[in-house]
């Protein structure tokens, strides 16, 4: 563009150089702002970061101890949502990519049902476990195992109802991730396994999915981004306030950002718990961006290796 701007209009160019303008300070604000929460959170929640925070459960109204529990149970729910709903948003974009017909009714309704589920609030998410999860499947199943539906093991507020509606929540996100990376395989690729006679399925295994689990693995990190961070989707299905003991599957569990919640509207001193806002806050950020950053890193040596 460079070489021929001195045969532009000069209108052509002052547009052109206000467009990059706009576009530099977009991106120079965005990072601005990012670093600037940072400053702010490590400012105000650094000098309360110790080992006794780390490793203790709270005490006191959450006003004092640490916050053991809440890193636990918050990591324990994204490897569970992350293993029951990655496997199911591959397979349905394997579906979708591989299989169906573009201008089939049953895609075209698959499509809308994934396109709707992005758009849907978290919140509804949460009013969705606790009714289907909870109170149809959880207690559909005490009933068939306990003979009762009423023997509260599967049918009650939950780690793993939590995981299942996370899992569902972050389906979209997994999906057209996968989706674009089985587009991004050639086709060549494909027509050349199925002329040396394998089927399509052994295509599929062989041939295109190890073509394109990295893109597989970007669908489970923006899950993770996206399910980590989420309070309103959880906050009727099996998130506590507390914890006595370990925590179980088919019990409640702490979670970082239910517990930021709990010290930012329910402590007795304002003033107090604000540093440990700051700090559980720092601690949230950071165990995201540890899942994240282990996701990248096998995502990094799978493309080494390839």
């Given at each position: ?24 300070f977009a991106a120079v604000a965005i990072v601005g702002l990012i670093v600037s929460m940072f400053g702010i959170f490590i400012a105000g929640g650094a000098q309360h970061l110790s080992w006794s925070f780390l490793s203790e459960a709270p005490r ?247």
């Open positions: 563009m460079s070489v021929f701007s001195g045969h532009l209009p000069a209108s052509k160019r002052v547009l052109g150089f206000f467009a990059v303008l706009v576009a530099a006191n109204n959450n006003m004092e101890g640490g916050i053991f529990p809440a890193i636990f149970g918050t990591a324990l729910l994204v490897l569970i949502m992350s293993i029951l709903g990655v496997p199911i948003g591959t397979a349905t974009a394997i579906y979708l990519n591989e299989y169906a017909k573009q201008t089939s009714v049953f895609a075209r309704s698959v499509r809308f049902a994934v396109n709707t589920l992005a758009g849907v609030p978290s919140i509804v998410f949460g009013l969705f476990g606790v009714g289907f999860f909870v109170q149809f499947l959880g207690k559909g199943l005490d009933g068939m195992m306990y003979g009762s539906m009423e023997a509260k093991v599967f049918g009650q507020e939950s780690l793993l109802w939590c995981s299942a509606t996370l899992a569902v929540l972050t389906l979209p996100v997994v999906i057209v991730a996968v989706e674009e990376a089985l587009r991004a395989v050639p086709r060549e690729l494909r027509e050349a396994s199925l002329a040396l006679g394998a089927t399509k399925w052994q295509t599929i295994i062989k041939v295109v999915l190890p073509n394109s689990v990295t893109g597989i693995l970007t669908g489970s990190i923006l899950a993770v981004s996206r399910g980590a961070g989420e309070v309103a989707a959880i906050l009727f299905v099996g998130v506590a306030y507390s914890m006595d003991g370990n925590v179980g599957l088919t019990e409640k569990f702490m979670h970082l950002g239910y517990h930021l919640y709990v010290l930012a509207t329910q402590s007795p001193d304002v003033e107090k718990a604000l540093p440990l806002q700051y700090a559980t806050t720092l601690v949230l950020l950071g165990l995201t961006f540890l899942l994240n950053f282990t996701a990248i890193y096998i995502r990094s040596r799978l493309r080494t290796k390839a």
